[in-house]
């Protein structure tokens, strides 16, 4: 469910912005959408799980405002990650 130390180091290591980078904003997405996706295939099988369901909205919302925030601030860097991680068409 969770995911692992080893999956969290790829990711960082595939989003990072330089070399000692581990929480900008194209990291935390990353691992966000990681998250959600798997989040998701749990929902999928668990119906039932309202409560998980709070924290799957609650970090859909967290992604999206830092996805926001990136739009305002470098709009190349946000087209940059919605292209890479395919959020948006």
């Keep these: 469910m969770a995911l692992t130390?080893?999956?969290v180091e790829e990711i960082v290591r595939d989003n990072k912005r330089s070399e000692f980078d581990t929480g900008s904003c194209e990291v935390q997405v990353a691992l966000l959408t990681r998250n959600i996706q798997e989040l998701t295939e749990?929902?999928?099988r668990n119906k039932n799980d309202v409560h998980g369901q709070r924290g799957l909205v609650k970090m859909v919302?967290?992604?999206?405002?830092?996805?926001d925030y990136l739009k305002r601030t470098t709009p190349d860097r946000y087209t940059q990650i919605i292209s890479k991680l395919a959020l948006r068409k």
């Design 5 to 7: 130390k080893a999956q």
């Design 42 to 44: 749990h929902f999928k």
């Design 61 to 67: 919302n967290r992604r999206r405002k830092l996805l």
